[in-house]
């Protein structure tokens, strides 16, 4: 199984960026799909996740609003897209996949990780 995220990069406060994350190697449509992020010296964090069909999805509170997390089950990606981007926005950033169904997936219960992205927001 690998999930390959990617699309981070450097940005200014309020800027936009979107991160897409192909998988391969599973059954994307049999899994709930998520975003954590890990800022230095800092724990991973839950950041959304969004159900089998990409009707159901979920915020951590630092981002409602800001980002937007949506999938497409025929090209097997899930994608954050970010905007109003603020310096503690700064992090790298995984995408993952479980089979939890609670809102707020814990890090413990994520089957499989992908590679991070790292995310830089200047002020």
Do not use: H
Not at 6 to 19: H, I, K, M, N
Not at 20 to 36: E, H, K, N, R, V
């Amino acid at each position: 199984v690998q999930l390959q995220a990617s699309g981070g990069g450097l940005v200014q406060a309020g800027g936009s960026l979107r991160l897409p994350c192909t998988a391969s190697g599973l059954t994307f449509g049999d899994y709930i799909m998520g975003w954590f992020r890990q800022a230095p010296g800092k724990e991973r964090e839950f950041v959304a996740r969004i159900s089998w069909s990409g009707g159901s999805t979920y915020y951590a509170d630092s981002v409602k609003g800001r980002f937007t997390i949506s999938r497409d089950n025929a090209k097997n990606t899930v994608y954050l897209q970010m905007n109003s981007l603020k310096p503690e926005d700064t992090a790298v950033y995984y995408c993952a996949a479980t089979m939890a169904v609670r809102p707020i997936i814990p890090v413990g219960d994520v089957q499989y990780w992908g590679e991070g992205t790292q995310v830089t927001v200047s002020s």
